[in-house]
């Protein structure tokens, strides 16, 4: 039973912070706010993605065993170890994820249909033969498409009416493939031989330090770009989170080369008080630029080129 729920991977459920954008974004721009109903929704609704997450993992769990045993740190998962009944597992998975939904069709339909898009990213992540983390640059591509399903999550648990801009959901993509591809780099740099990286995960069969190097800096920039876009069309304020924005991407960047990295386990970041406390600063400058005006920034960040 220890073992089952371990799969599960409760700890993970810090990842539902990147629901939280979804949910504050909106509300900062809505005149009617039902609070009782937001509050019931937000409650089911972060049940509804723990649980699809959870069922997700379990499938990563089951499927990665083979490999996971050639990991340092991953061998020792109940899986790996033997301690799980695979057939009890797959009931895990598929209980696991009716619940989510069930739940999920509490909310709202478009809640119900991103929640059981978040499950079937993990089929297409996990499931031959599709199984897009054995391919490069897809594995990193696919796998944090969940960041903007979770921001759309958060989005739905509030509002029905409102429609979430695209390109805050690019950039949101694309900082999760920026913490995804460092946590590639930081697990590839700590096996330290391709032979055994590429047995471990195949898409390290086609990458090296320097391509996963590169594969940042592009994640990064589009983030950014895209990022930028948002803030120019929607909120222009919060340009003056963005050195804080830039601190924390900086630190975390840092924390990818440390040995035994928390970027490999992301539930463990709360551990590294710099990144928190750059978290936190950052989070509570643009929680404060969402609702405070700035009107002279309209001002100066309009364009003065003009076609003739």
Same mark, same amino acid.
């Given at each position: ?12 459920? %810090? ?14 721009? =809505? ?20 649980? &699809? ?26 899986? @790996? ?15 696991? $994820? ?8 509490? &909310? ?12 079937? $990213? ?34 739905? $648990? ?8 695209? =390109? ?22 700590? &096996? ?18 320097? =391509? ?9 920039? @589009? ?22 924005? @830039?601190?924390?991407?900086? %630190? ?23 990144? $928190? ?32």
């Amino acid at each position: 039973m220890k073992a089952h729920l371990a799969i599960a991977r409760f700890d993970h459920s %810090i990842k539902n912070v990147f629901v939280l954008p979804g949910i504050v974004i909106p509300l900062s721009v =809505s005149s009617v706010i039902n609070t009782r109903l937001i509050a019931r929704n937000v409650v089911l609704g972060l049940l509804a993605v723990t649980l &699809i997450a959870c069922s997700n993992y379990v499938l990563n769990e089951l499927l990665d065993a083979p490999f996971d045993r050639l990991h340092p740190s991953k061998r020792h998962r109940p899986v @790996a170890q033997g301690t799980v009944l695979p057939i009890i597992g797959f009931a895990q998975w598929l209980l696991m $994820m009716l619940a989510g939904l069930l739940v999920a069709a509490l &909310i709202s339909k478009s809640f119900l249909y991103v929640n059981a898009t978040l499950w079937l $990213m993990g089929c297409v992540y996990n499931i031959p033969p599709l199984r897009t983390k054995d391919l490069p640059y897809l594995d990193v591509l696919s796998e944090s498409l969940n960041n903007p399903l979770r921001l759309l999550l958060g989005w739905y $648990m509030v509002t029905s009416t409102l429609i979430p801009p695209l =390109s805050l959901l690019i950039a949101y993509w694309m900082i999760g493939a920026y913490f995804m591809a460092l946590k590639r780099l930081s697990e590839y740099r700590q &096996i330290a031989d391709a032979a055994t990286a590429s047995a471990y995960r195949r898409s390290f069969a086609y990458y090296s330090s320097q =391509s996963l190097l590169v594969s940042v800096v592009f994640y990064a920039s @589009a983030s950014m770009l895209f990022f930028g876009a948002f803030l120019m069309r929607y909120r222009v304020e919060l340009i003056c989170s963005f050195p804080f924005l @830039a601190v924390t991407m900086a %630190i975390y960047f840092h924390l990818a080369f440390q040995h035994e990295s928390a970027v490999q386990n992301p539930e463990k970041l709360y551990r590294e008080r710099g990144l $928190m406390i750059s978290v936190a600063t950052y989070v509570g400058v643009s929680l404060v630029l969402l609702w405070v005006d700035i009107p002279f920034l309209s001002t100066f960040f309009t364009s003065t080129l003009r076609r003739h």
